[in-house]
């Protein structure tokens, strides 16, 4: 049987109807968003001084410290209560700000866009001159997440990993927070010991939907050295 040029074509048209239909019937997934980034190596003490007999301290980011450079810092104080400061990333990365503090102060740094940064850690020096980049000490010792644990909001819980990996017991004082005026809860709320092998957990929760946006956990180790670990907890802005 001879097909006619017309036929020829109406079939060639079917076909490539289908073939097109076949491919728009399951879109591509939209690329995960990057993580911020803050660079610990841009970063200066610019001045310190007093203000209404409160003392101060300014810090200043270089260009190319936040990347992408865009969104805010939130910088709080971990050696007071004061609530975060936030200071407006410049085109090109750069920032500065000045927060209540005196030497010795450890200060965290976690830049806010669509998603957050890990935190880092900053303690000024006793001269308030120098800073220096605050690692989590003993480093047997195991906090996963280590320093920022995001939660969706009222009813939402996360268990946060304890790991002893030293040779030691590591004993916890009894976990506090750092304003206590958000809804997050946390359990255990009484001092206890990791023995060396041994993996605990601390559960937090958010009863409600009231009060601030975020605070710090505070785990203050007690043996087998005196140190201090601390978790940035946060739900979305309201």
């Known amino acids: 049987m001879i097909t006619s040029r017309t036929e020829k074509t109406t ?20 690329p995960p968003l990057d993580e911020p980034s803050i660079d610990d190596d841009g970063f200066s003490v610019i ?5 209404d007999a409160n003392m101060f301290v300014s810090f200043s980011a270089a260009p190319g410290t936040v990347d992408p450079p ?14 975060p400061s936030v200071a407006s990333v410049n085109d090109d990365g750069s ?13 965290r740094f976690q830049v806010k866009q669509t998603l957050r940064s890990q935190p880092i850690d900053l303690a000024i ?17 195991v906090i996963e997440p280590a320093r920022y644990v995001p939660l969706d909001g009222a009813g939402d819980a996360r268990s946060v990993v304890l790991r002893n990996e030293c040779e030691d017991s590591v004993r916890i004082d009894a976990p506090r927070l750092r304003r206590g005026q958000a809804s997050f809860t946390f359990s255990p709320t009484d001092s206890f010991t990791i023995e060396p092998g041994e993996v605990t957990f601390i559960t937090i929760r958010v009863e409600g939907s009231d009060g601030e946006v975020e605070d710090v956990l505070f785990l203050d180790v007690i ?3 005196v140190t201090r670990r601390a978790i940035t907890l946060t739900v979305p802005d309201p």
């Open 70 to 83: 865009e969104g805010d810092v939130i910088v709080t104080n971990l050696d007071n209560d004061d609530a």
């Open 125 to 141: 020096d006793a001269t308030a001159q120098g800073i220096t980049v605050v690692e989590d000490s003993p480093s047997c010792f």
């Open 47 to 51: 001045e310190t001084g007093a203000e």
């Open 95 to 107: 920032f500065t700000i000045a927060l209540a503090g005196l030497p010795t102060d450890v200060i």
């Open 11 to 30: 079939r060639t048209l079917w076909a490539f109807a289908i073939f097109a239909a076949g491919c728009v019937v399951s879109p591509q997934p939209s």
């Open 223 to 225: 043996e087998p050295e």
